[in-house]
């Protein structure tokens, strides 16, 4: 058995499994997908840890417990259309359940491509889902983030139904914000 594949069975059984991720198709792919694949050489070492790396300036993994939370979050469906948005490590696991993935990590996140899209699932935090993401959805549509206002965050789920949208919360978690997605400050009296 070399090292990486020891170290996505060792990340699966401590992090994942641990943290009522029960969807076995995300651990089964957590479990042959490289992590390291994802980022650049001099930090494929930080693939397999608690932590966030960053595989771009200003973009990083979620940690493997809140990626595979929010991937099973979305409810996948084998067959449906997703929209991954700063989300690589999130659009591969997509695929092993069967969803074909637009990949979207442009300068200008906040204006992905139009869907309809049946998932839209980002890895990163924002003061508050932009309503281009919403309108990318299909109705029945899921939108998966973390929504930040301060120190921390919460996983939050949008549903587009005929006549608007629904929005649940889930797991706490707390990643760096995407550039240019930050909460907007304001003063009021």
Same mark, same amino acid.
């Given at each position: 058995?070399? !090292?990486?594949?020891?170290?996505?069975l060792n990340?699966?059984?401590s992090q994942v499994r641990t943290a009522d991720v029960t969807d076995l198709r995300i651990q089964d792919a957590m479990r042959r997908i490289p992590r390291e694949a994802f980022l650049p050489a001099a930090r494929a070492y930080q693939a397999y840890a608690d932590a966030e790396p960053e595989y771009a300036p200003g973009r990083r993994l979620l940690r493997p417990? !809140?990626?595979a939370k929010l991937v099973q979050l979305a409810a996948p469906v084998a067959g449906e259309?997703?929209?991954a948005i700063a989300a690589p490590y999130a659009a591969s696991l997509l695929e092993a359940c069967g969803v074909s993935v637009t990949r979207f990590d442009d300068e200008a996140l906040a204006r992905p491509p139009s869907g309809p899209f049946d998932i839209l699932v980002c890895e990163g935090a924002m003061g508050q889902i932009p309503a281009e993401w919403l309108e990318a959805l299909s109705v029945g549509g899921r939108a998966v983030v973390i929504e930040r206002q301060g120190p921390a965050g919460r996983a939050v789920v949008y549903l587009r139904t005929a006549e608007g949208f629904g929005r649940r919360t889930g797991f706490d978690a707390t990643p760096a914000f995407l550039p240019g997605l930050e909460p907007q400050i304001g003063f009021a009296f």
């Open positions: 058995m070399d !090292d990486t594949f020891a170290a996505r990340m699966v059984e417990r !809140d990626v259309q997703g929209l």
